[in-house]
């Protein structure tokens, strides 16, 4: 799995973060990706970045965000996305700006090869 655009690769993400689907959503991300949520632990590979993300999704978290920059070189993109991360009730847990690099596979689509979740907020 991937996605059709860089630009889509957000509502993709979204998508399968919110129906609470880990092993779908790690098939957004290269077999090799690096994923980070704090810039100093990371998760590598598809397995990794599955587990990382599945206690989010346990908690029943939700997320919601949009694009704020796609940048596209050829089969490589750099994204940002202003995201939200909230709880049942709707109440904010976490807030940002995140930073990823995509890049477009044989079959077409794209798919995350790091995604740094605060790259875009800290300094």
């Known amino acids: 799995m991937g996605s059709p655009s860089p630009e889509r690769t957000a509502d993709a993400f979204i998508e399968k973060f919110n129906s609470g689907d880990a ?13 980070t949520y704090d810039g100093l632990e990371k998760a590598v590979g598809r397995q990794q970045i599955e587990g990382a993300i599945a206690g989010f999704m346990l908690a029943g978290l939700k997320f919601k ?10 089969d490589t993109a750099l994204t940002r996305f202003k995201w939200e ?8 847990v976490a807030t940002g700006v995140s930073t990823e690099v995509q890049r477009r596979g044989d079959d077409g689509l794209w798919r995350f090869i790091i ?6 907020s800290r300094t």
């Open 85 to 92: 991360l909230f709880d049942a009730q709707g109440a904010t």
């Open 115 to 120: 995604d740094d979740s605060g790259g875009g």
């Open 23 to 35: 092993g779908g959503f790690a098939q957004l991300y290269a077999e090799d990706a690096v994923f």
């Open 65 to 74: 965000g949009k694009n704020v920059n796609v940048y596209v070189v050829g």
